[in-house]
Protein backbone atom coordinates (compact mmCIF):
# COMPACT_ATOMS: atom_id res chain seq x y z
CA UNK A 1 0.00 0.00 0.00
CA UNK A 2 1.50 3.44 -0.94
CA UNK A 3 0.66 6.86 0.60
CA UNK A 4 0.76 10.12 -0.48
CA UNK A 5 3.56 12.39 0.86
CA UNK A 6 2.63 15.01 3.01
CA UNK A 7 3.79 17.69 0.48
CA UNK A 8 1.33 15.76 -2.23
CA UNK A 9 -1.41 15.76 0.49
CA UNK A 10 -0.90 19.63 0.62
CA UNK A 11 -1.21 20.31 -2.74
CA UNK A 12 -4.11 18.57 -2.92
CA UNK A 13 -6.14 20.31 -0.04
CA UNK A 14 -5.07 23.70 -2.20
CA UNK A 15 -6.19 22.62 -5.36
CA UNK A 16 -9.36 21.59 -3.82
CA UNK A 17 -9.91 24.89 -1.71
CA UNK A 18 -8.58 27.03 -4.85
CA UNK A 19 -11.47 25.55 -7.09
CA UNK A 20 -14.22 25.64 -4.13
CA UNK A 21 -12.85 29.49 -3.61
CA UNK A 22 -13.06 29.90 -7.52
CA UNK A 23 -16.24 28.81 -7.64
CA UNK A 24 -17.81 30.79 -4.61
CA UNK A 25 -15.85 33.83 -5.68
CA UNK A 26 -17.62 33.83 -9.59
CA UNK A 27 -21.01 32.68 -8.55
CA UNK A 28 -22.43 35.84 -9.33
CA UNK A 29 -19.97 37.79 -11.19
CA UNK A 30 -22.75 40.52 -12.12
CA UNK A 31 -23.11 43.29 -9.17
CA UNK A 32 -26.35 44.21 -10.21
CA UNK A 33 -27.87 40.55 -9.88
CA UNK A 34 -25.42 40.49 -6.46
CA UNK A 35 -26.76 43.47 -4.85
CA UNK A 36 -30.57 42.41 -5.26
CA UNK A 37 -29.01 38.69 -3.94
CA UNK A 38 -27.51 39.77 -0.85
CA UNK A 39 -30.73 42.08 0.16
CA UNK A 40 -32.90 39.11 -0.15
CA UNK A 41 -34.58 40.38 -3.59
CA UNK A 42 -34.76 38.71 -7.09
CA UNK A 43 -32.94 40.30 -10.11
CA UNK A 44 -35.06 40.59 -13.34
CA UNK A 45 -34.49 41.71 -16.62
CA UNK A 46 -37.00 43.82 -18.70
CA UNK A 47 -37.14 44.76 -21.92
CA UNK A 48 -37.70 48.14 -23.13
CA UNK A 49 -39.09 48.36 -26.76
CA UNK A 50 -38.81 45.52 -29.63
CA UNK A 51 -35.87 43.83 -29.99
CA UNK A 52 -33.86 45.01 -33.30
CA UNK A 53 -35.83 48.15 -33.72
CA UNK A 54 -34.11 51.88 -32.28
CA UNK A 55 -34.57 52.53 -28.79
CA UNK A 56 -34.54 48.66 -27.37
CA UNK A 57 -32.66 48.12 -24.14
CA UNK A 58 -32.66 45.31 -21.14
CA UNK A 59 -33.03 46.98 -17.75
CA UNK A 60 -31.96 45.11 -14.23
CA UNK A 61 -34.39 45.43 -11.49
CA UNK A 62 -34.65 44.25 -7.97
CA UNK A 63 -38.12 43.22 -7.28
CA UNK A 64 -38.52 43.10 -3.35
CA UNK A 65 -41.82 41.68 -2.72
CA UNK A 66 -44.25 43.40 -5.05
CA UNK A 67 -42.10 46.07 -5.98
CA UNK A 68 -39.64 47.18 -8.16
CA UNK A 69 -36.83 49.27 -8.07
CA UNK A 70 -33.33 49.46 -10.46
CA UNK A 71 -30.58 47.12 -9.63
CA UNK A 72 -28.40 50.13 -10.66
CA UNK A 73 -30.40 52.85 -8.27
CA UNK A 74 -29.92 50.03 -5.78
CA UNK A 75 -26.23 49.79 -6.03
CA UNK A 76 -25.95 53.41 -6.21
CA UNK A 77 -27.76 53.76 -2.80
CA UNK A 78 -27.12 50.48 -0.85
CA UNK A 79 -23.21 50.47 -1.87
CA UNK A 80 -22.19 53.97 -2.39
CA UNK A 81 -24.94 55.50 -0.30
CA UNK A 82 -26.30 58.04 -3.70
CA UNK A 83 -29.40 58.84 -3.78
CA UNK A 84 -30.77 58.21 -7.27
CA UNK A 85 -33.85 60.25 -8.03
CA UNK A 86 -36.51 57.40 -7.84
CA UNK A 87 -35.61 56.85 -4.54
CA UNK A 88 -35.85 60.22 -3.50
CA UNK A 89 -39.18 60.62 -4.60
CA UNK A 90 -40.13 57.32 -3.06
CA UNK A 91 -38.66 58.26 0.54
CA UNK A 92 -39.63 61.58 0.66
CA UNK A 93 -43.48 61.86 -0.35
CA UNK A 94 -46.08 59.67 0.78
CA UNK A 95 -47.06 58.96 -3.12
CA UNK A 96 -46.01 60.39 -6.12
CA UNK A 97 -47.73 60.38 -9.50
CA UNK A 98 -44.97 59.76 -12.51
CA UNK A 99 -46.19 61.70 -15.30
CA UNK A 100 -46.06 58.65 -17.98
CA UNK A 101 -45.71 55.50 -16.85
CA UNK A 102 -43.30 53.14 -19.07
CA UNK A 103 -45.03 49.37 -19.63
CA UNK A 104 -42.25 47.36 -19.77
CA UNK A 105 -41.50 43.00 -19.82
CA UNK A 106 -39.63 40.95 -17.71
CA UNK A 107 -38.02 38.02 -19.63
CA UNK A 108 -40.44 35.77 -18.53
CA UNK A 109 -43.50 38.22 -20.18
CA UNK A 110 -44.65 39.76 -17.26
CA UNK A 111 -45.86 43.23 -17.41
CA UNK A 112 -44.68 46.03 -15.44
CA UNK A 113 -45.26 49.90 -15.23
CA UNK A 114 -42.18 51.78 -14.53
CA UNK A 115 -41.44 55.60 -14.09
CA UNK A 116 -38.58 56.38 -15.04
CA UNK A 117 -36.41 59.63 -14.15
CA UNK A 118 -34.14 62.20 -15.73
CA UNK A 119 -30.74 60.57 -14.23
CA UNK A 120 -31.54 57.09 -15.70
CA UNK A 121 -32.90 55.71 -12.37
CA UNK A 122 -36.73 53.72 -11.90
CA UNK A 123 -39.32 52.17 -9.71
CA UNK A 124 -42.57 50.55 -10.66
CA UNK A 125 -45.44 52.83 -10.82
CA UNK A 126 -47.60 50.95 -8.18
CA UNK A 127 -45.07 51.27 -5.36
CA UNK A 128 -44.60 55.09 -6.30
CA UNK A 129 -48.05 55.85 -6.24
CA UNK A 130 -48.99 53.93 -2.92
CA UNK A 131 -45.68 55.43 -1.12
CA UNK A 132 -43.37 54.20 1.40
CA UNK A 133 -46.15 54.47 4.24
CA UNK A 134 -48.10 51.84 2.32
CA UNK A 135 -48.09 48.21 4.54
CA UNK A 136 -47.78 47.11 0.54
CA UNK A 137 -43.98 48.19 0.39
CA UNK A 138 -42.74 47.21 3.87
CA UNK A 139 -40.24 44.78 2.25
CA UNK A 140 -38.93 47.31 -0.40
CA UNK A 141 -38.41 49.79 3.18
CA UNK A 142 -36.67 46.78 4.54
CA UNK A 143 -34.87 46.18 1.50
CA UNK A 144 -33.92 49.96 1.49
CA UNK A 145 -33.35 49.75 5.20
CA UNK A 146 -35.30 52.57 5.63
Excluded at 82 to 97: A, D, I, K, N, V
Excluded at 113 to 139: H, M, R, W, Y
Aim: glycine share 6%; charged share 15%.
Amino acid sequence: MKFLSAQAIVAYMFLVVTIFMSRTLLAHPNPQYRVCNENNAEFVVVEIGVMFEPGYDQLGLCQVGSSFVGSIDSMIYLWNGGMPHSLQHYTSFSSYECASPKTVYSLEGAEIQLCLFDDGSVIDFKTLKTGKNSPENSALNNFLKL
